[in-house]
Nanobody
Framework: QVQLVESGGGLVQAGGSLRLSCAAS????????VAWFRQGSGKEREFLAY????????ETADSVKGRFTISRDVAENTVYLQVSNLKPEDTAVYYC?????????????????WGQGTQVSVSS
């Protein structure tokens, strides 16, 4: 069982930055994948980036590549999402999720554990 708690969201002006944190607890193995998703009002949940717990594998969605960066601190059991050059359309609830499978999918349904989300609001 894995528990995930997100933090770091808030209200920022367009062009600003935030660092979102996903604190993980429970038994996490090197092959686990932790990902960030977001869901805007009335929109489907969107994949943003994932990283394997051992840090070997990462992927970032083309839609946010160059502005969003995923990283992890094993000592802190935390995965971060640095979000930069924010735009009003980035406004959403940001979630982290974990998957224990060996093969990685970016589909939300393949992730077994989810945090409660953190709100990011970007004003123009």
């Amino acid at each position: 069982q894995v528990q995930l708690v997100e933090s770091g969201g808030g209200l920022v002006q367009a062009g600003g930055s935030l660092r979102l944190s996903c604190a993980a607890s429970g038994r996490i193995y090197d092959w686990y994948t932790v990902a960030w998703f977001r869901q805007g009002s009335g929109k489907e949940r969107e994949f943003l980036a994932y990283i394997s717990w051992n840090g070997v594998n990462t992927e970032t969605a083309d839609s946010v590549k160059g502005r969003f960066t995923i990283s992890r601190d094993v000592a802190e059991n935390t995965v971060y999402l640095q979000v930069s050059n924010l735009k009003p359309e980035d406004t959403a609830v940001y979630y982290c999720a974990a998957d224990s499978g060996w093969s990685v999918s970016t589909a939300p349904g393949s992730f077994q554990w989810w945090g409660q989300g953190t709100q990011v609001s970007v004003s123009s």
